[in-house]
């Protein structure tokens, strides 16, 4: 894996990915392919992702059945926000990457919604397309912060986790 050996190279472990590191480690872990098992690996071990394994069912008899299993659409399955907020704790501004792609009949939306340690909303704000979001910090107060990303439409939580503002 190229991205193996750039860790290598610059002393790194798989602890200190970069959010493009860890974007292309997604779009090789959701392909159907050999290293796709490694890049899984990789990242549930240095991120904590967790990826669906597609069991073969077994029939009455015990034995192994082989049966196809309906799979989403190519687009459902290239949905992914790449990464939590980055860098994390953070002071100034973050970033999140995300792929929400989009086809002439399909276009899908997340909206991502920042609360307090209470609970209460305190940021909200809607994505599409795929790119790289920024949100400046300098309005929010110093502290713990919990986001939730999900898909508009069919209400897939997409992303979740905590945000720790520092100044």
């Given at each position: 894996?190229?991205?193996y050996?750039?860790?290598?190279?610059?002393?790194?472990?798989?602890?200190?990915?970069?959010?493009?590191?860890?974007?292309?480690?997604?779009?090789i872990?959701?392909?159907?392919?050999?290293?796709?098992?490694?890049?899984?690996?990789?990242?549930?071990?240095?991120?904590?992702?967790e990826?669906?394994?597609?069991?073969?069912?077994?029939?009455?008899?015990?034995?192994?059945?082989?049966?196809?299993?309906?799979?989403?659409?190519?687009?459902?399955?290239?949905?992914?926000?790449?990464?939590?907020f980055?860098?994390?704790?953070?002071?100034?501004?973050?970033?999140?990457?995300?792929?929400?792609?989009?086809?002439?009949?399909?276009?899908?939306q997340?909206?991502?919604?920042?609360?307090n340690?209470?609970?209460?909303?305190?940021?909200?704000?809607t994505?599409?397309?795929?790119?790289?979001?920024?949100?400046?910090?300098e309005?929010?107060?110093?502290?713990?912060?919990?986001?939730?990303?999900?898909?508009?439409?069919?209400?897939?939580?997409?992303?979740?986790?905590?945000l720790?503002?520092?100044k």
């Open positions: 894996m190229k991205i050996a750039n860790w290598r190279q610059t002393g790194r472990t798989i602890f200190e990915i970069t959010p493009e590191e860890e974007t292309q480690l997604l779009a872990a959701n392909s159907r392919t050999a290293t796709a098992y490694k890049a899984q690996a990789l990242l549930f071990v240095a991120r904590g992702y990826f669906a394994v597609n069991l073969p069912e077994l029939d009455f008899n015990w034995q192994t059945a082989f049966k196809s299993q309906p799979h989403a659409t190519a687009l459902q399955d290239a949905v992914s926000i790449v990464s939590g980055y860098p994390n704790p953070a002071s100034h501004n973050v970033q999140l990457n995300y792929n929400l792609p989009a086809n002439a009949n399909i276009s899908i997340a909206t991502i919604q920042l609360c340690i209470l609970g209460k909303p305190v940021f909200t704000t994505l599409s397309g795929s790119g790289v979001y920024t949100l400046p910090l309005n929010f107060a110093e502290g713990l912060y919990y986001y939730t990303i999900v898909q508009t439409g069919n209400r897939q939580v997409l992303k979740e986790g905590k720790l503002i520092t």
